[in-house]
């Protein structure tokens, strides 16, 4: 069995992400977990629990270091006899915006008394410190690596330890912003273009694999891909990831850590890796210039806004044959609505529980994430789409107009 795991805990602890059973680069890469996952789904990206919207506030200014106000640049990168970067100089520079981040959990333990609550560290991962504002000291790192966490810790290049504060997260994308005290801090770090990012390029990668013991472990590889689509399933629903592929070598507690070019910019966020006997080489990280939107409306809002449905899903391959008996036989890939929110779009447009979803605005919908990826990546706030669904196996089109879920609290 394959194995794609997060990187954010520690050595110990079971791999979280496993591809799909199926052939082609896709479907290996196809199933990575960055979070409690049930075959529920829910459309608008949260699960039926979850209360807060996440959407899609589009960005106009993705990409570039702009993006991040008042992010400190390096000084200039040193270079060696032959006139290329002195590698040493750039990891020295760099490592000093590492962070090393603790997550603890407040758990019920098994403790003499019954009921006892303890701190519980659940595991670490690393972050990268961005931006200084305010007072405020601001690092980015996986979702993975912060959630669930009662408390964060964060440790500095200097040996000092601080306090984190949670100022936004999104599962989807698997990105989290922290801050901490900005007395903590000297250095910050820039990011770099991930536009301009060729196979074969070298990169660094900078962390702390099996937790803080081998903090800012440096690894050193190439650029293996470019745009690389990996299907990964999250706390927040089944979601696509753009991503740099990278031989560096990436390990369990490297997650939030910095992928750097040789001008010492931060050129991606590693998160991912495959696990697998007899593979090697092959980690992941989300590139800078999708980060930076994200981080941006993070810092702004806490959260990102994205098109609410209001709706859990699970796709027919999940459905027991006696639910799907009405089908017509041609319908064989879809998604069905195993929860409607009646305060939610969906309840209001007329979609009831068990309609099978095979179209929106004419394109197939093959499983809910083929859904979310449209509603995210096409439709807006506001906006209507057209939605093919199959009820008591007769097919109906539904009109149903996009909010978000911030606007029903």
Known sequence: MNDIENQSNSYNEEPLRKPRKAGGWKNFLSMVTAGV???????????????????????????????????????TVPVSANGTPALADIVENASKAIVGIVNIQNQSQNLPFPGTQGNVESGSGSGVIFKKQDGDAFIVTNNHVIEG???????????????AEVVGAD?????????????????????????????????????????????????????SAIDRGIEVSTSAGVWELNVIQTDAAINPGNSGGALINTA???????SLKISESGVEGLGFAIPSNDVLPIINELIETGQVARPYLGVSLA?????????????????????????VDPQSPAAEAGLRKQDVIVSINGEEVNSSADLRKHMYSKGKIGN???????????AADINVSLSSKNAEA
């Open 264 to 270: 010492g910019q931060v050129i991606g966020i590693n």
């Open 37 to 75: 996952v049930g075959s529920v789904l829910t459309l608008g990206a949260v699960t039926v629990s979850e209360t807060q919207g996440l959407g899609v506030k589009a960005d106009e200014t993705a990409g570039g270091t702009s993006q991040v106000e008042n992010a400190a640049s390096l000084e």
């Open 149 to 163: 966490a009662s408390k964060l810790e964060v440790s500095l290049y200097n040996g000092k330890k601080a306090d």
């Open 171 to 223: 599962a989807l994308t698997d990105l989290a912003v922290i801050k901490i005290d900005g007395k903590y801090v000297e250095d910050t770090i820039e990011f770099g273009d991930s536009s301009q990012l060729r196979p074969g390029d070298q990169v660094l990668a900078i962390g702390n694999p099996l937790g803080l013991d081998l903090s800012r472990t440096v690894t050193q590889g190439i650029v």
């Open 384 to 394: 209507e789409v057209k939605l093919k669904i199959y009820r008591g196996g007769k």
């Open 315 to 339: 796709d027919l391959a999940q459905i027991p044959e006696m639910y799907r008996q009405n089908l017509p036989e041609d319908v064989e890939a879809g998604t069905m609505i195993t929860y």
